[in-house]
């Protein structure tokens, strides 16, 4: 058949989501990174009461129920935010106002797979600088790259780790074109990029809801820079990105931090407990910073693992990508979970 598409979409593969299998499916699931804990009983209780009105009007272009309670919360001006939907939706939104042919992407490997799937989608070329073993960023090469806007996910997935916020700062200085800080794991770890969006006039850091707050499935994200940078994000995104019910029940959950904190302090200490676990069985870790651990089996049989865990009812993610072949990554789930999960692999072993 002919193809009606742009060139750079016949050549692009698309972007492959995780597994979603259906609620109430009896799977245990780690493989996206959902919080296996629910949302805040008082974004549950938003949800419930939702006067119908807001369903019939338009929702507000910018989300500034949702933007005011990010304010309060992180104390930063309400014209320093965008929201979007989920922060996949920023991530785009960036590369369009941002990259095209002739201005590059770049980013350390490896990292988010979408990175690389919205620059086939622009198109804009892509610079991939690997990581060395020992995760250090490599900055020279970051910065030699020349990238118009430079992605770098911190924690970073699938490996977990975090990059030390100097490191980001000394790129940040030396970057022509805009740096792009993905937190989306930044409530599992030790610190936050957050500062350098007031040091830098050509940093955005990006955030989500879907980890740490338990609302994947809302799709609610945005990010903090300042009100210069963000305005040409503002004129390229879509003018209805984010419903009003995420917009109300995002806002009930930012501000509800004490359950947001219980909950990532409980999938902390799980995961110290799945690493103990995982060593014992000679899986090789890297410290994690996130609500996963990048693990791999000693006979780096990662592949016919995955395989036979779905069969028997638990998902884990599997990349079939260099260097990552003999590695699954593994959401921490809560301990009842985690356990079934060790006893599956002594099962399997
Ligand atoms: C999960 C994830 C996101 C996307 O989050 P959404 O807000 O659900 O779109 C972005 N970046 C990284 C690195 C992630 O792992």
Known sequence: MTSYFRPSVDAMVGYVPGEQPKPGTNIIKLNTNENPYPPSPDAIAVLRNL??????RYPDSYANDFRKAVSEVLEIPVDWIIVSNGSDDLLNIVM?????????????????????????????????????????????????????????????SPSGHAVPVDHLRQLAARLSGVLVVDEAYVDFA??????????????????????????????????????????????????????AIACLVGAAAIRDQAYKNECVQKVKASRAKLAVDLKQLGFKLWDSQTNFLLAQPPKGNAEEIYLALKERGILVRYFKHPGLEDKLRITVGTDEQNQILIEMLINLS
């Open 51 to 56: 006067d119908s009105e807001w369903l019939r």
């Open 96 to 156: 369009r106002a941002c990259a095209e042919l002739g201005r590059k992407v770049v980013y350390p490997m490896p990292t988010y797979v979408l990175y690389r799937t919205l620059a086939q989608m622009q198109p804009a070329e892509y610079v991939e600088i690997p990581y060395p073993d020992d995760y250090h960023l490599p900055i020279e090469e970051l910065v030699a790259a020349n990238g118009a806007v430079t992605f770098v996910a911190s924690p970073n």
């Open 190 to 243: 030790d610190e936050t990029a957050l500062p350098l969006v007031k040091e830098f006039e050509n940093v955005i850091v990006i955030r989500t809801l879907s980890k740490g707050y338990s609302l994947a499935g809302l799709r609610l994200g945005f990010g903090i820079a300042n009100p210069q940078l963000l305005s040409g994000l503002f004129k390229v995104k879509d003018s209805y990105n984010i419903d």
